[in-house]
């Protein structure tokens, strides 16, 4: 189902961002192998290393990062938003695992075909678990990769373990209507409009997957990647007890003021500016 018919009045404004900026970016899709599955992402053509962006559990980068992308810090860089599969523009086979590791599997593969010598990545929550993988995969060909509020641990986050308590059928069957009526209700209407455009079936398994984890653990993954790697938080998001301790890790901090967890809608310029500085210099 297309986002632009599930949210009248904010995916309004991001139709008419669209409309204003078809030079700069438009849709385009990844035929992924030995499927007829199709990945799906916005580009922003522009200069620099690219850089990919990934989101999290029940979102789609194509809603949430073309605000981020056309802030004044990012604007005239090259620009990936990629939606995963089950989620966003993109296709959500039935037959897919949708576990973290065959989510990045996909995201490798795409870079791949892309030929790109160096690229940065920006990962957000679950995205964050897949960016890991797929820096892990890519070895040094990850110039920059940036982090927010990931998920580095096995177990899995409130919203995901909350998911995972369901049986499969469960969810698909009305677990996943319910939390689009609780969103609704609580006035949480642009994740809500994102959760309505994912697969029901790929948010209960890749929630699975986060709870189920991955060993070795993405925090140890990411701790030992030779690229210049960057954590951002959301200013209400903390304390956080991973603050202190990856500034002692050696990992560079940033906070985006104003913003919690979604960062990339309460926040885009300070979330853009974050980016920017993360992914500057060599």
């Given at each position: 189902?297309?986002?632009?018919?599930?949210?009248?009045?904010?995916?309004?404004?991001?139709?008419?961002?669209?409309?204003?900026?078809?030079?700069?970016?438009a849709m385009r899709s990844f035929a992924i192998?030995?499927?007829?599955?199709?990945?799906?992402?916005?580009?922003?053509?522009?200069?620099?290393?690219?850089?990919?962006?990934?989101?999290?559990?029940?979102?789609?980068?194509?809603?949430?990062?073309?605000?981020?992308a056309l802030a004044p810090t990012l604007r005239?860089?090259?620009?990936?938003?990629?939606?995963?599969?089950?989620?966003?523009?993109?296709?959500?086979?039935?037959?897919?695992?949708?576990?973290?590791?065959?989510?990045?599997?996909?995201?490798?593969?795409?870079?791949?075909?892309?030929?790109?010598?160096?690229?940065?990545?920006?990962?957000?929550?679950?995205?964050?678990?897949?960016?890991?993988?797929?820096?892990?995969?890519?070895?040094?060909?990850?110039?920059?990769?940036?982090?927010?509020?990931?998920?580095?641990?096995?177990?899995?986050?409130?919203?995901?373990?909350?998911?995972?308590?369901?049986?499969?059928?469960?969810?698909?069957?009305?677990?996943?209507?319910?939390?689009?009526?609780?969103?609704?209700?609580?006035?949480?209407?642009?994740?809500?409009?994102?959760?309505?455009?994912?697969?029901?079936?790929?948010?209960?398994?890749?929630?699975?997957?986060?709870?189920?984890?991955?060993?070795?653990?993405?925090?140890?993954?990411?701790?030992?990647?030779?690229?210049?790697?960057?954590?951002?938080?959301?200013?209400?998001?903390?304390?956080?007890?991973?603050?202190?301790?990856?500034?002692?890790?050696?990992?560079?901090?940033?906070?985006?003021?104003?913003?919690?967890?979604?960062?990339?809608?309460?926040?885009?310029?300070?979330?853009?500016?974050?980016?920017?500085?993360?992914?500057?210099?060599?």
């Amino acid at each position: 189902m297309p986002l632009a018919a599930l949210e009248p009045s904010s995916l309004r404004l991001r139709a008419l961002i669209c409309a204003l900026f078809i030079p700069v970016f438009a849709m385009r899709s990844f035929a992924i192998q030995s499927s007829t599955a199709r990945l799906r992402y916005l580009q922003f053509d522009g200069g620099s290393t690219p850089l990919l962006m990934i989101h999290g559990l029940g979102c789609a980068s194509s809603f949430e990062y073309p605000h981020v992308a056309l802030a004044p810090t990012l604007r005239g860089r090259r620009l990936i938003l990629l939606d995963l599969l089950g989620f966003g523009y993109s296709d959500r086979p039935d037959d897919f695992s949708y576990r973290i590791h065959d989510h990045a599997l996909q995201v490798f593969s795409f870079i791949e075909a892309q030929n790109f010598e160096r690229i940065d990545i920006y990962g957000h929550s679950m995205g964050g678990s897949v960016a890991i993988e797929t820096a892990d995969l890519l070895g040094s060909k990850v110039k920059h990769l940036v982090l927010s509020e990931a998920n580095l641990d096995n177990g899995g986050g409130t919203f995901s373990r909350a998911i995972a308590a369901f049986k499969e059928a469960d969810y698909v069957n009305s677990g996943h209507d319910a939390y689009l009526t609780e969103a609704e209700r609580a006035g949480n209407r642009e994740w809500a409009a994102m959760m309505r455009a994912s697969s029901a079936l790929a948010v209960h398994r890749s929630a699975t997957s986060l709870v189920e984890g991955s060993s070795p653990d993405w925090r140890s993954r990411f701790l030992k990647h030779p690229s210049r790697k960057t954590f951002i938080f959301g200013e209400r998001s903390l304390p956080d007890a991973d603050v202190p301790f990856l500034s002692s890790s050696g990992i560079s901090v940033r906070i985006v003021a104003a913003a919690g967890h979604s960062m990339a809608t309460e926040n885009p310029e300070g979330l853009a500016k974050a980016i920017a500085e993360a992914t500057a210099g060599a």
